[in-house]
C-alpha cells in the first residue's frame, strides 16, 4: 500500500509540473488557447471529483487526488501566463519596506491567492458529508505549501532558483528577499514536516480509500519539504526543469511557482 500511492503522487508532481512549464514556455500567442484548454481540463476534473466524493475506494482517491492536480495546474498556468495575478503588476516601489512591501508584494499576487482560497472552499463543498476527501485535501495542501513558500521567498532565502521563471512575470523577483534564513523557514520547515508524520500514521491506522488518500498527501507533503529545503541549500532545483522549457534564455528571469 506504501509504494504505490507514493510513486502516483511523484510522477502527478513531475508531469504537471513540467506541463505547466512547457506550456507557459511557448510563444504568448498560445497562451489564451491553452489556458482555455486547460480549463476545459478542470472543469471535467471538477465533474470527476463530484462523480468520485461517494466512492470511498483506492482508486476513487487515486481519481481524486489527480483532479486536483489538474485543476491547480490550471490555476498555476493562469498565474505563471498572466492571466490572474493581482492589480499590481510594476517593480517593488523604491524604497518600500514593512508595511508597505508587504501591501505592495500582496497587490501583485492576490486576485490568484483569492482564486485558489475560493476553489479550495468550493471542492470542500462540493465533496462535503461524503467518503472522498481526496481532491479537496489535496488541493488544499498544494495550497499551504505554495503559500508558505510565497512567505519564505518575500521575507527571503538564501536560493531563488530564478532560471526559469517567464520575463513577463519579472517585477516580482523584486519583491523578493535574499538572506540565508528568515523566521518563518523553520516553523514553515517543521510544519510540513509534522502534516508528512501525522498523514503516515493516520494511513497505518486506516484501510481503503482513506488510506490511500493519506499516503497520497505522505508523497505530496514530502515532496513540499524538499522544496522547502532547495530555498536554503546550495542546490538550484529550477534547473530540473529547463528541459522542458522551451524559452529563449532571454525569457529566463526568476523561480517558478509551479506545484508548491
Same mark, same amino acid.
Given at each position: 500500500m506504501t509504494f504505490p500511492p507514493l510513486l502516483f503522487a511523484l510522477l502527478m508532481w513531475f508531469v504537471g509540473t513540467a506541463a505547466v512549464v512547457w506550456l507557459d514556455s511557448r510563444p504568448r500567442a498560445t497562451f489564451r488557447t491553452s489556458f482555455r484548454l486547460a480549463g476545459v481540463a478542470a472543469l471535467a476534473a471538477t465533474g470527476a471529483i463530484w462523480w468520485v466524493a461517494r466512492d470511498a475506494s483506492a482508486s476513487g482517491a487515486y481519481i481524486g487526488f489527480a483532479a486536483a492536480i489538474v485543476i491547480w495546474g490550471w490555476h498555476e498556468m493562469g498565474f +505563471?501566463?498572466? %492571466? /490572474?495575478?493581482?492589480? =499590481? =503588476?510594476t517593480p517593488c516601489p523604491a524604497g518600500a519596506t514593512g508595511m508597505a512591501r508587504f501591501r505592495a508584494a500582496t497587490e501583485t499576487v492576490i486576485h490568484h491567492e483569492v482564486a485558489l482560497a475560493a476553489t479550495a472552499i468550493a +471542492? %470542500? /463543498?462540493?465533496?462535503?458529508?461524503q467518503p472522498n476527501q481526496a481532491a479537496p485535501l489535496t488541493f488544499a495542501l498544494l495550497f499551504a505549501l505554495r503559500l508558505s513558500a510565497k512567505i519564505n521567498l518575500f521575507l527571503g532565502v538564501a536560493n531563488l532558483s530564478d532560471e526559469i521563471f517567464p520575463a513577463h512575470l519579472a517585477y516580482l523577483k523584486t519583491y523578493f528577499g535574499t538572506r540565508p534564513i528568515n523566521a518563518w523557514y523553520p516553523v514553515s520547515l517543521a510544519l510540513g514536516v509534522a502534516q508528512v508524520i501525522w498523514a503516515w500514521n493516520f494511513a497505518q491506522g486506516s484501510g481503503g480509500g482513506a488510506a490511500i488518500t493519506a499516503m497520497l498527501l505522505v508523497g505530496l507533503g514530502a515532496l513540499g519539504v524538499v522544496e522547502h529545503l532547495f530555498l536554503v541549500l546550495p542546490l538550484r532545483d529550477g534547473k530540473m526543469w529547463v528541459w522542458a522549457s522551451a524559452a529563449k534564455p532571454k525569457n529566463k528571469a526568476v523561480r517558478t511557482a509551479t506545484l508548491d
Open positions: +505563471l501566463m498572466g %492571466f /490572474v495575478a493581482g492589480p =499590481r =503588476r +471542492l %470542500f /463543498v462540493l465533496c462535503w458529508g
